[in-house]
């Protein structure tokens, strides 16, 4: 049974920083690419960073670059998402993801993941 558990979420002020964790179980972790996605209330689900399989590439929505960090730890099978500035509008429910490398679509397209976790809130207030 695969699980993808996040946590790492709370309440913060602008210009905080949290760093969200999201553990796998139940598929072998270094052979899925990993994602992070959000969706804020009324909204769509949206890509947030994207990493490979060992970590050696990543990839952000333009909205957090610079700001975000994606990493990894095959070791312990858990992805990390570093978030610091925070601003209100980041304010939504922060869910991973996994894929396999080699399906087609594009990284930013939840279609792309297969397996989901359950999500975890990130409330940034003024």
């Known amino acids: 049974q695969v699980q993808l558990v996040e946590s790492g979420g709370g309440s913060v002020q602008a210009g905080a920083s949290l760093k969200l964790s999201c553990a796998v179980s139940g598929l072998t972790f270094s052979t899925y690419v990993m994602g992070w996605f959000r969706q804020a209330p009324g909204k769509d689900r949206e890509f947030v960073a994207y990493i490979t399989r060992n970590g050696d590439g990543t990839e952000y929505a333009d909205f957090v670059k610079g700001r975000f960090t994606i990493s990894r730890d095959n070791a312990k099978n858990t992805v990390y998402l570093q978030m610091n500035s925070l601003k209100p509008e980041d304010t939504a429910v922060y869910y991973c993801?996994?894929?396999?490398?080699?399906?087609?679509?594009?990284?930013?397209?939840?279609?792309?993941?297969?397996?989901w976790g359950q999500g975890t809130q990130v409330t940034v207030s003024s």
């Open positions: 993801a996994s894929a396999l490398a080699f399906t087609i679509e594009p990284i930013n397209s939840p279609q792309k993941y297969r397996y």
